[in-house]
């Protein structure tokens, strides 16, 4: 929903950082990321809530970087696009499990991080089979003039968001429940807006 605007706040501040980490390619950044996912998720187990919030903002750091070198470099690939998002979901789901797995059993705890990850699973298949579509009409991100490697149909939930409500899971685990909830409620918002997007426009 903040995406648009957020970018270029983003790309900002991250583009004089990527001269820093250019000497090694946009994929081996996103397996950094990945590394630093599964430390992030450690930490959490472990109930090393804080530790592992500020290894999930290292871990959107080395999201953002790898785009940002591939295209300051000319090193843009379908590649690096497929190993990126691959990366990106071990990270979303490895963060609330890892905040529940930190916490004495609550049935109910996990009764919410199975709704959540119920409509990341459903979410995932409502955005990326859209985009494809979108892809195959050539009205995709090439079309459009993204610097994504494939459209992002928009939502309710998107990075910018994905990225503060993941951050609340981690530095408030009592209240993630309660907020695995929210986001999951406003995932499937955006989950019914593209269906009627999808109505209107590919009849």
Known sequence: ??????????????????RYVS?????????????????????LYEGLFLIGAVLWWLNRIFDGLDGIVARENEL???????????????AYIALPIGVILGQPFSEFNWLTLIVLLATFYVNAASWMYLSA???????GAKTRGETTTITMPRGLVAGTETIIFFSLFAL??????ILF???????????????????????
């Open 76 to 90: 843009q690939s379908d590649l690096g696009g497929y190993v990126d998002i691959m990366c990106d979901h071990v």
């Open 133 to 139: 579509i979108l892809e195959k009409r050539d009205r």
């Open 1 to 18: 929903m903040f995406d648009e605007p957020m970018r270029h706040v983003k790309n900002s501040l991250m583009t004089p950082m990527a």
């Open 23 to 43: 000497f090694l390619s946009p994929i081996q950044l996103s397996v950094t990321g990945l590394f630093i996912a599964l430390l992030m998720f450690g930490a």
């Open 172 to 177: 408030l685990p009592r209240y993630a429940p």
């Open 181 to 203: 909830l929210m986001m999951a409620g406003m995932i499937m918002g955006g989950m019914i807006y593209r269906l009627y997007w999808a109505a209107r426009h590919l009849g």
